[in-house]
């Protein structure tokens, strides 16, 4: 892409005709090369398919040859990866807790998939809609990862499939196209206004100008302002006529808007998959948009993409394309002049260029020019089944940030080759790129990422409550932070340390975002920093959310060491007016009241449901929405419940009592079991409450875990 100008013939040159196992053969282990210093490996993506776009998968590595700027490299490593058959995973259903600390899988398929709402038609969207829903149903696999991102904002929702392919569908259906294309005869296209405005282009200008006049736009633009000699539409010194160039500068500064806001969403994306091993897909679901080499973001997307070592794949929803529809339209007046006919048919595909050449340069390829967008998008989950891993070291060690054009050839016949075009080396003493407005770019990408960061352990819970606001319920985020990870300094007799906090819950049905951010300040004296290295540092916010689902993703940084923590937690806030209890405080762990008060001891809020052995259990909850008697206007509502092993043996049972509401109708209770001689193990409380008067049941099921408690050693000061 380096160096381009948008033209036409540049345009038609960069036309190009997805849990994964890693198989290496005994020939296929090579050794880990030793490289000189300064120079890093170059990976690049291998996809080798037949006729039928069927994956060749027994290659060898003497039958690939790997060349940098037209000279030979020498292959540093070969690895072969194939997919393999996992087993159906049932779906299971959302933990009361979730932690980082748990085993992810970060070498299987990623996929995200950016539905460009910004670059895409309502009509359009529709058909993008459907050719994604096909590819959750039928193209993915067990274990794959799949993160759903609106590039407007509207939506970013990561989970794995199968379990979570019914939450990305649910999102995907409230989607929809924002760009509503100018289709009056004064338009003019991105490429026009940007040839025009930037490049001065006196063949556009005339162009334009010589449509404008034919639809009674500019009546009597020709000759007008103009030299003897120049060409219709081009003024003095070159100028377009002034209409022709209010319009363009306008068309092209709006266009640049959605460029950027595209670019900077791929841009994110491909950041937030660089920890990733396995394969790794982008499909951009758009309109497509220009290539303008004035905006460095383009630059910005390759690099990343080389980075994150992700294939970008441009699904085009217009379908088949001919002259576009706007020239065909009865409204758009007269017949174009005959002269203008081909650019009229060319419009279509500058229109995409951009969308094209990013793809192209990362080693994925377009689907377009087609009404069964399904086929193309299941060529992307296809080719994803096998590829190779290719390396090399380059013989121009120069860090120099130019580009270098990757060629992969292949010796055998009728197959098709794809991989990445090439990347930009590493400079020594560039610039560091300007910081943008908004967070921190670490936290950013940490809170991009679709997988979680381990260095600080963390845990994190949400708790419902009562409706506060119409329509929106009072909702508790609880997190602990375990301080055995951090790196304490003492002052003065205290503890100190620093976490940056970011918090973000993102609401499945109507995309909307609730986010906090917050510098904690930790100055502990010993004692409690023994206690809360037992208990772990506890961080609440709440918040004042509307019914539906949520993911919360809470990013955690040690200020001064950088390390990080990250956890995903999904949870529902139920609707307000039908009969339901609060979510359940599960705890071991009770608050006293502070001395001489008459308040009764409170629950403690905790992310945790492991409780040491011998510790008490207690539990509360509120009920809501229960029917009243005509003339006392109080509620009737029983409570009970048992406690069962893991083995489903009942070893703790309480019949169901009245509960006594307040003399305002409220109705809430707190019980307590010692479960004194309980073994260590897995256990669940399940919980039955009745509204006597309305005939209404719940069955409420906690998990929870008895531990043994952990031995006690000395804590030692984490390294930076």
Known sequence: MSGRRPTVSALLLTLAPLVLAQEK?????????VFPAQVDQVIVDVVVVDKKGNPITDLRQEEITVSEDGNGQAIASFERVQLQPAPAVAAASRPPVSTNQRPENRTGRSFVILFDDVHLTPAHAQRAKQAVASFLETGTSTGDLITLVASGGGAWWTTRMPQGRGELVTLLKRLDGRYIPDLSPERMSDYEAMMIHVFRDTRTMERVARRYETFGINPGSRGRGQTPGSSAGVGIAGDPDPLVAGRAAETYYGATSRNRVTLDAIERLLASLRTARGRKSMILVSEGFIYDPNLSEFKDVVQAARRANVAIYFLDTRGLSGLSSVYQSAEFGPALDTQDLGAAFL??????????????????????????????????????????????????AARDGKFRKISVKVARKDIQVRARKGYYAPQDGAKPKPKKPGPDPVLQTALDSPFEEDALPLRRAAYVFDETLLGKLSTLLAADVDIKALRFEEKEGRQIASLDVLLVAAHRESGEYFQYSHRVDMKLTPPTRERLGKSWYPLIKDFELPPGAYQAKLVVREVGTNRIGTVIHEFEVPEATRFRTSTPVVTDSLQQPAEGSKERPRPVMLARRNFPLGSPLYCSLEVY????????????????????NAAGETVVRRDATLINPTSLGKLSRMVGEPLEGAAAGDYEMVISVRDEL?????????????VPPPPAVADKPATP
């Open 694 to 706: 309305a005939s209404q049941s719940l069955e409420l099921r906690e998990p929870f875990s008895l």
């Open 25 to 33: 053969t005994p020939a296929e282990q090579t050794p880990t090369p």
């Open 625 to 644: 929405g229960a029917k009243k008697d005509q003339s006392s206007g109080m509620p009737r509502v029983v409570m009970g419940y048992a406690i069962k």
């Open 347 to 396: 419009e279509n595909l500058e229109a995409s260029e951009g969308a094209e050449s990013i793809a192209s340069d990362s080693g994925g390829f377009t689907v377009k020019n087609t009404n069964d967008l399904s086929k193309g998008i299941q060529r992307i989950a296809t080719e994803s089944s096998s590829y190779y891993l290719v390396g090399y070291v380059p013989q121009n």
